[in-house]
């Protein structure tokens, strides 16, 4: 059963970079089958897709974030990462790891990153 | 890249059926078949529920259901159950291996 599992810093200051980590178990990393991606969740709101990358190295990512995103993936550690630069209180969000195939398939449990002073 | 349009709120009493939809743009939901829903109880991650509109992962009760008609895509709940208050994400490929999700609705059973 693949398992997905977000890991970093819960408290992140204002301006300075989010950097995430989702450690992939039960499964390959490297299959051609799938991708990976995050998604995150404003306290009380909605889901966001923030950006999906394919082993190979190619990343896609959220208009509106493409700036300030860089997800990479490093198939021989089996994990996968997100950096956010330049963060303000409205990226306070629970950021999900997520398995894509054409659909969000597989979820991590998430992690609430908070932005604040 | 506009969120898709769900209603915040539905509900429904136990045995009866509800039906959230989420509209979209003819640059999404009308134009790729690539709809999914998620189902998600408070402090929890997300669950697949619905892909391409209307297939089920396994291990999905087939008490829910997908379809699309335009830009709009539909998920229905039969036999409401307790269990099944929750909140229900939409999502659809927009293009360009972008993705865009909807608001979510909150489901309340009565």
């Known amino acids: 059963q693949l398992q997905l599992q977000e890991s970093g810093p819960g408290l992140v200051e204002p301006s300075e970079t989010l950097s995430l980590t989702c450690n992939v178990s039960g499964g390959s990393i490297s299959s051609t089958n799938y991708y990976w991606g995050w998604v995150r969740q404003p306290p009380g709101k909605g889901l966001d897709w923030i950006g999906t990358?394919?082993?190979?190295?190619?990343?896609y990512c959220n208009p509106s974030l493409k700036s300030r995103v860089t997800i990479s993936v490093d198939t021989s550690k089996k994990y996968f990462s997100l950096n956010l630069t330049a963060v303000t209180a409205a990226d306070t969000a629970v950021y999900y790891c997520v398995l894509v195939a054409t659909r969000f398939d597989y979820w991590g449990q998430g992690i609430l990153v908070t932005v604040s002073s | 890249q506009s969120a898709l349009t769900q209603p915040a709120s539905v509900s429904g009493s136990p045995g009866q059926s509800i039906t959230i939809s989420c509209t979209g743009t003819?640059?999404?939901?009308?134009?790729?078949?690539?709809v999914s829903w998620y189902q998600q109880h408070p402090g929890k991650a997300p669950k697949l529920l619905i892909y391409e509109v209307t297939k089920w992962p396994s291990g999905v009760s087939n008490r829910f259901s997908g379809s699309k008609s335009g830009n709009t895509a539909s998920l229905t709940i039969s036999g409401l159950q307790a269990e099944d208050e929750a909140d229900y994400h939409c999502c659809s490929y927009a293009g360009s291996n972008d993705w865009v999700f909807g608001g979510g609705t909150k489901l309340t059973v009565l």
């Open positions: 990358i394919f082993p190979s190295g190619t990343m």
């Open positions: 003819s640059s999404n939901v009308g134009i790729y078949n690539l």
